[in-house]
């Protein structure tokens, strides 16, 4: 065994001692407890300002999206099974006492223990926080091996995603065998959350990559603008719509251990914000198919207006053109299918780009775009069936680049006093 | 001339056609005009969560800090002084209309016309954007030339920052000739109004380094806390505070153009969260020389408790350690020094890290810390004063790494119908 195996196997200790720990400190402190709850967070304890952890379905997909994303990877290290579920047992631990607002773990008195949490939301609201959880597909099979013994249990629905025209998928920023969405109305309650999951999973996990994001709340509530200026969300699954829910989303009885789960793909996309911004109105709502201010169809006076697909303008052109993001993603043209979107725009600051077009610009241009979120019951009859068509012909494809991402298997939510993913692991 | 030079020429040349518009505008159109507000944008009308762009002083520095920064610092390209005028006039009509929750230009209803405006803060509140502008050094010299015959205007105060002890500054994250600080209490509205004065400058400067960051406001409006858990700002010079502002942080009669004006010192700061958080609540609390749940300081029972600097403990070891950050950083050990500290988290996501220390980790690690921003009547005796002695001996050296910044000159406010930056450009 050389140092760095040696270094490993200490930290796989580490990781398993530290997740015994929580699971007797889960069974013996049941999460209602709120006697060690952040010493300020009267709205947590009305429940007024959190949202369940346990339930059929995970948190963070039908709930009304919060204001920020904390989105990260994780590359299993863990060599047994076993050691997946301590995680996944830990995780669940942890994630019922923070979307409580609570600390990651009990706290001590003793101030030579080492910390259990990092103390940076104590005095803030819950904020709503939801931890959401995907199975990538080096859970079942990494590298051509059956690490866990879990590949014969791979949903056919977690197909690798193919290759799409113009992917620049880096892979700094794509793939992962596990995921967290954490989500929250304060970016330091999400961020706080993701930290100490990260912590916990080490030994066991490694964090792959990892993206934050924002997204405006408009005033009247109505569906928030993205860094292109349009709405982003129009005629999305309505996410109180039970049946609409259960045929577009939720997996069925057809998920075997995932009923009650969705499928997650996630891609951050760059826009060219600079170059965007070159365009003029019309053409821009030409691109996109809709009216910018209004958010409503080309044609169609209100946001939530049917898209007159068949619509022709005086000289028989079509009103929505053919090549509009809107028709190609719609329902109609895509054997019906629906995803339910959940997307944040983020922004990493500037980098180095030479563009393409003209005016040939060179140099710091905004790092910024939408990490887009999509929730679905398959993603072959969603994701891929739409971005397909779109990845091709799209004309926003001038603007756009997806330049990560991944697909995950959401299992259904957690029951008190089991663990995420635990369908999965009882099966032999 | 080359054709790289043509297209410098020609970008420049459509600035200044652009510049000379927004003057025209801003000489017909008093900003007070809000027919063209965002439609409903009530409160902004109200003034209730806008505030003020002209005055004395600039916002951004004695205002309540707002929950999000997008810090930007900017390259001149602009060949002459009247191009740097028409820039700051632009800038200046521009930051009228935005912080009032207005689009950045007139809005035009001519969909053919390029578009004035993004228009991703349509049906977003104002939220107290604040925009605070820095001349940094380039202004007045680069490489040597006096570009724009400003050269024996540079403030004494101005002076470039010394290399300090453990510095690890990138260029792509360091300096600029000009520099905004766009604060609001949303993401959006920050990002937005850089993004229009980003737009506003091509062909006259060049966006050069970028960063946000957050600021979660605790309920009870106690100081908030940084990635490290604790709090930070404490003991902050008050903003309410007349004379302490006027003897630390605005510039008096010695600044003459600089009088009413202000120095901001920044430096994007990154915290080793992972090293940090595997530190026991002890050794972090020696580290800060505060308590970390209640932020007083060690030996004291309050956040504002005086520093106790000569108790000892019953072995006659000083309760609050030699080189403990806030020992270091108190006035009485720095010759009565004391800055504004104005500083917001920052996330961006994860980078490959090679630790120093056990346990020798590489990997990525969040590429996470705090963009420090300090306001100071004087850098030479405020920040380069106070964090001379720190850089060299502070506990926190060990997990914190300066990664790049600036000094900057942030001139008076701008007058209703003057520029930011006129008293400059007024003298001969």
Chains 1, 2 share one sequence.
Not at 33 to 45: K, L
Not at 351 to 371: N, T, V
Request: proline share 5%; glycine share 10%; net charge negative.
């Amino acid at each position: 065994m050389n140092e760095s195996d040696d270094l490993r196997l200490r930290g796989r200790r580490r990781f398993l001692a530290s997740a015994a720990t929580v699971a007797v400190v889960a069974a013996t402190a049941p999460v209602a407890a709120t006697a060690h709850a952040r010493a300020s967070s009267a709205s947590s304890e009305t429940g007024s300002d959190s949202e369940p952890f346990f339930g059929t379905h995970q948190a963070g997909v039908a709930t009304t999206p919060q204001t920020n994303v904390y989105f990260a990877a994780f590359d299993l290290i863990a060599e047994k099974r076993d050691d997946v579920i301590a995680l996944l047992r830990a995780w669940t631990a942890a994630s019922a006492r923070l979307t409580q607002g609570q600390t990651a773990d009990l706290l001590t008195n003793d101030p030579a223990t080492p910390e259990l949490d990092s103390y940076e939301t104590t005095g803030l609201a819950t904020d709503r926080l939801t931890l959401t959880f995907g199975f990538g597909p080096g859970m079942f099979t990494k590298d051509g091996k059956d690490r866990y013994g879990l590949a014969k249990h791979r949903p056919d629905a977690l197909a690798d995603l193919p290759r799409f025209n113009g992917d620049q998928l880096v892979p700094e920023r794509t793939g992962g065998d596990l995921c967290i969405q954490a989500c929250a109305d304060n970016p330091q309650v999400a961020f706080h959350a993701v930290r100490q999951l990260t912590r916990i999973a080490y030994g066991a996990a490694n964090i792959r990559w990892a993206q934050s994001g924002f997204m405006a709340a408009q005033k009247d509530k109505s569906t928030p603008r993205n860094l292109m200026g349009f709405k982003d969300g129009s005629m999305n699954v309505p996410i109180r719509a039970e049946a609409a829910m259960n045929q577009y989303i939720w997996a069925g009885d057809e998920g075997g251990w995932m009923q009650h789960g969705t499928y997650m793909v996630a891609r951050p996309i760059r826009i060219a914000l600079e170059h965007w911004d070159r365009m003029k109105l019309s053409f821009q709502q030409q691109v996109m198919g809709r009216e910018k201010h209004s958010g409503a169809p080309l044609g169609q006076k209100h946001e939530n207006d049917s898209l007159a697909l068949d619509a022709n303008d005086a000289n028989g052109n079509p009103i929505i053109p053919e090549n509009a993001h809107v028709r190609l993603g719609a329902p109609e043209n895509n054997d019906g299918a629906q995803i339910l979107r959940r997307s944040y725009s983020y922004d990493n600051g500037l980098s180095y780009i030479a563009e393409r077009w003209p005016p040939w610009h060179q140099g710091m241009e905004f790092d910024a775009g939408l990490l887009f979120i999509s929730y679905q019951r398959d993603p072959r009859t969603g994701f891929v069936k739409i971005f397909d068509k779109m990845s091709k012909f799209d004309m926003m494809n001038q603007f756009v680049t997806h330049v990560g991402g991944g697909v995950f298997a959401c299992p259904p939510g957690a029951k008190e006093g089991g663990f995420i993913g635990q369908p999965l692991f009882d099966l032999a």
